[in-house]
Nanobody, 123 residues
Framework: QVQLVQSGGGLVQAGGSLRLSCVAS????????KAWFRQAPGKEREFIAA????????YYTDSVKGRFTISRDNAKDTVYLQMNSLKPEDTAVYYC????????????????WGRGTQVTVSS
């Protein structure tokens, strides 16, 4: 099983930027499809973005297209989420997730999860 460790959360003003990181360890860490989800209080977990293990395919939810960018560095077994033009609506706990083959928006398709990191965007 792959373990995922997240970092990079924090407080930022609306319109600002933040980058999240997710470092994977364990077998097949570099071959995992990686994704980012978020969950605000009282709301269901929401898919944000996914990237294939090769990095040649990406997939974003509509609300973050043009603002967020998912990328990966397989040499470091790390996936990033660059968040620009942040809005208060982006405030949530952000989770990274992975799977050896799944590439999509459903949380049930991923079998490894980070602990989550808080992102707060002030108005």
């Amino acid at each position: 099983q792959v373990q995922l460790v997240q970092s990079g959360g924090g407080l930022v003003q609306a319109g600002g930027s933040l980058r999240l990181s997710c470092v994977a360890s364990g077998r097949a860490a570099s071959t995992y499809t990686k994704a980012w989800f978020r969950q605000a209080p009282g709301k269901e977990r929401e898919f944000i973005a996914a990237i294939s293990w090769s990095g040649d395919s990406t997939y974003y939810t509509d609300s973050v297209k043009g603002r967020f960018t998912i990328s990966r560095d397989n040499a470091k077994d790390t996936v990033y989420l660059q968040m620009n033009s942040l809005k208060p609506e982006d405030t949530a706990v952000y989770y990274c997730a992975g799977n050896s083959g799944y590439f999509g928006r459903h949380a049930g398709g991923y079998d490894s999860w980070g602990r989550g990191t808080q992102v707060t965007v002030s108005s």
